[in-house]
T-cell receptor
Framework: NAGVTQTPKFQVLKTGQSMTLQCAQD?????MYWYRQDPGMGLRLIYY???????DKGEVPNGYNVSRLNKREFSLRLESAAPSQTSVYFC?????????????FGDGTRLSIL | AQSVTQLDSHVSVSEGTPVLLRCNYS??????LFWYVQHPNKGLQLLLK??????LVKGINGFEAEFKKSETSFHLTKPSAHMSDAAEYFC?????????FGTGTRLKVLA
């Protein structure tokens, strides 16, 4: 049972380059999330998709775009990477976006912007 | 405003001694509280969740947490630490449908 799969696991970019982080879940969950994790700051929500066909901004959306391609897949795009976007990015999913809903996480993408 | 505060950024214990990781929440609504663990280079894994059915919640790997409304706390405990418990632990609240994570507590277990 794969759960949440993120690709790539590591990436180094130059400032101004673009890239898309991929995420897929096989648990038939409705809701999906993108977070970034920085030292001492916990996890901060970038974007989420409560259900297929919808996306909404989270706490730190600037510089990012997302696409909910279908129920399984939720991608995160950096159009013009900046050093401030160096971080570890986690994708997560949950059955629905409601109370008592635990989130299931992928193993992360470690992204460095030079 | 909804917030989650983990009171210690680092905790060190000796193997075989009790573990206490502290979490306080602030929510205008009934909280929906979780503890997650993160091992190096891995994503977060659910340890336990509070669902209002019981104030003492048992999780995986011998961990448990007690919900205390009067103290707005949801501290994580384990009677006897194991070397494999060394990791970072996150408290979270989804009480207003918005998931808020604490900043994490790194647990070090000394041999």
């Amino acid at each position: 049972n794969a759960g949440v799969t993120q690709t790539p696991k590591f990436q180094v970019l130059k400032t101004g380059q673009s890239m898309t982080l991929q995420c897929a879940q096989d648990m038939n969950h409705n809701s999906m999330y993108w977070y970034r994790q920085d030292p001492g700051m916990g996890l901060r929500l970038i974007y989420y998709s409560a259900s297929e066909g919808t996306t909404d901004k989270g706490e730190v959306p600037n510089g990012y775009n997302v696409s909910r391609l279908n129920k399984r897949e939720f991608s995160l795009r950096l159009e013009s990477a900046a050093p401030s976007q160096t971080s570890v990015y986690f994708c997560a999913s949950s059955p629905d976006r409601g109370l008592y809903q635990p989130q299931h996480f992928g193993d992360g993408t470690r992204l460095s912007i030079l | 405003a909804q917030s989650v505060t983990q009171l210690d950024s680092h905790v060190s214990v000796s193997e075989g001694t009790p573990v206490l990781l502290r979490c306080n929440y602030s929510s205008s609504y009934s909280p929906s509280l979780f503890w997650y663990v993160q091992h190096p280079n891995k994503g977060l894994q659910l340890l336990l969740k509070y669902t209002s059915a019981a104030t003492l919640v048992k999780g995986i790997n011998g961990f448990e947490a007690e919900f205390k409304k009067s103290e707005t706390s949801f501290h994580l405990t384990k009677p006897s630490a194991h070397m494999s418990d060394a990791a970072e632990y996150f408290c979270a609240d989804s009480g207003t449908y918005k998931y808020i994570f604490g900043t994490g507590t790194r647990l070090k277990v000394l041999a």
